[in-house]
Nanobody
Framework: QVQLVESGGGLVQAGGSLRLSCAAS????????MGWFRQAPGKEREFVAA????????YYADSVKGRFTISRDNAKNTVYLQMNSLKPEDTAVYYC?????????????????????WGQGTQVTVSA
């Protein structure tokens, strides 16, 4: 199994930045795709960003393009989400997810059901 632990969340002013980290342990060789999702109170889980095993392919929600950057360091078994120019609507619990098999198509990076492992989440709050 893969265990994921998110960190780096906090309270920031609008326009500020945060860097989230997702540390993986266990069967980390099975982390063929990594994603970040977020969920605000009373709302559904939302795709934020995803990255392929090599980091050669990245995917972003339209709402975060140009502001967020996903990256991974396989030697450290860690995936990152750099969040810049934060907006109040970015406020949510952010979850790291891992897919245990190679994606067959790009759609499999975007949907929560395509990921088998999830972290407990880290709170990001952006004040106006």
């Amino acid at each position: 199994q893969v265990q994921l632990v998110e960190s780096g969340g906090g309270l920031v002013q609008a326009g500020g930045s945060l860097r989230l980290s997702c540390a993986a342990s266990g069967r980390t060789f099975s982390m063929y795709a990594m994603g970040w999702f977020r969920q605000a109170p009373g709302k559904e889980r939302e795709f934020v960003a995803a990255i392929s095993w090599s980091g050669g392919s990245t995917y972003y929600a339209d709402s975060v393009k140009g502001r967020f950057t996903i990256s991974r360091d396989n030697a450290k078994n860690t995936v990152y989400l750099q969040m810049n120019s934060l907006k109040p609507e970015d406020t949510a619990v952010y979850y790291c997810a891992a897919r245990s098999t190679w994606p067959k198509n790009s759609r499999q990076y975007y949907y929560p059901a395509e990921y088998g492992y999830w972290g407990q989440g880290t709170q990001v709050t952006v004040s106006a």
